[in-house]
């Protein structure tokens, strides 16, 4: 598990949420859908940590 990567998906969450909610305020929807895709990439490098992780666990068990 790398840490920098996870707090790197954090902030690109964070900042995903920060910028749907501007959207959702002002009515932007193009700003509403980036800060969809920004946490749908949050969640893709967290899925990526995920398989990482596990991969690197069968490693050492074997």
Request: net charge negative.
């Given at each position: ?8 998906a954090a902030?690109?969450?964070i ?6 909610a ?15 895709a ?13 398989i990482?992780?596990g991969v690197k666990?069968?490693v050492?068990?074997?």
């Amino acid at each position: 598990m790398s840490l920098e990567e996870r707090a790197k998906a954090a902030a690109k969450n964070i900042e995903g949420k920060a910028q749907e909610a501007i959207g959702n305020i002002t009515g932007d929807q193009q700003a509403q859908v980036e800060g969809k895709a920004k946490q749908a990439e949050a969640e893709m490098r967290n899925a990526k940590e995920d398989i990482k992780d596990g991969v690197k666990n069968i490693v050492d068990k074997a």
